[in-house]
């Protein structure tokens, strides 16, 4: 008798015990079973419910800590809370590090910046209310007043591209922009210490602003890229020891 074909089984999925448990707890505060502000049952019950030790228990509870769906205190049950949007950003910072370890990473986040910040300036000229110019007016002000020390021009610099991203309401894009901001701080500490960027810098801001009070999307497009550019040249030249004008 011919021996049928038979399609290989699914494979067996091995998890740990707390990845396990961990799975079952997030399926319940996906599934509303808990809502925010909700207490889990203790530790000890927890360990009779499951069938488990308490090791297993913790590893599930931090787990989901970090996932920004509970939160532990020391002596008190777990909470369950709403996971924010830094939070779910926050998540991609051991991957971010590692890329930014190699040059390809590091280029990688420049263009996704480009990307990312060329979309925020567009968005703001075409959206920006009176109110909203007037705050990037100010940290434009605030920029222009430092040019005569890095480190202070260095956080109002990031205190005017927060603007653009505050403009667009979106809470996920004002964490995309503070873990950007955060990732490439190194990058942005070097390209400073080139003499003459601060000014460089500065008329790009300028610029950009301009073009937000006209609501020339256009304008505000080609200025932001233009300024990122010209940042992620002055990173790479000087890192690489090439000259550059004074």
Known sequence: MEE??????DPIERRRLSDEIRMRFEK???????????????????????????????????????MGLVTLTSGARAR????????????????????????????AFQDARLFFEVGLARHAA??????????????????AKAMNNVEEFQRTDVAFHLQLALISKNPIF???????????????????????????????????YEAIRAHDPEAAEKAMRDHLLSVSDFYWRSKKGDDLPR
Do not use: C
Not at 4 to 9: E, Q, T
Not at 83 to 107: C, M, N, T, V
Not at 126 to 143: G, T
């Open 4 to 9: 049928r074909h038979r399609a290989p089984a």
């Open 28 to 66: 319940m505060i996906v599934a509303g079973e808990y809502a925010p502000g909700d207490s889990l049952p203790s530790e000890r019950d927890l360990m009779e419910r499951f069938g488990v030790g308490r090791p297993a228990i913790r590893e599930a509870l931090f787990a989901l800590q970090k």
């Open 80 to 107: 369950v809370t709403a996971p924010s949007a830094d939070r779910i950003i926050l998540e991609l910072s051991g991957a971010a590090k590692y890329f930014l370890s190699i040059e390809s990473g590091e280029r």
């Open 126 to 143: 075409l959206h920006a209310s009176e109110e909203e110019i007037a705050n990037v007016e100010r940290a434009l002000a605030a920029n």
């Open 174 to 208: 004002k964490a995309i922009h503070d873990a950007i901001e955060a990732w490439l701080v190194q990058q942005r500490k070097f390209s400073l210490l080139v003499p003459g960027v601060l000014a460089v810098a500065h008329e790009f801001h300028q610029k950009i």
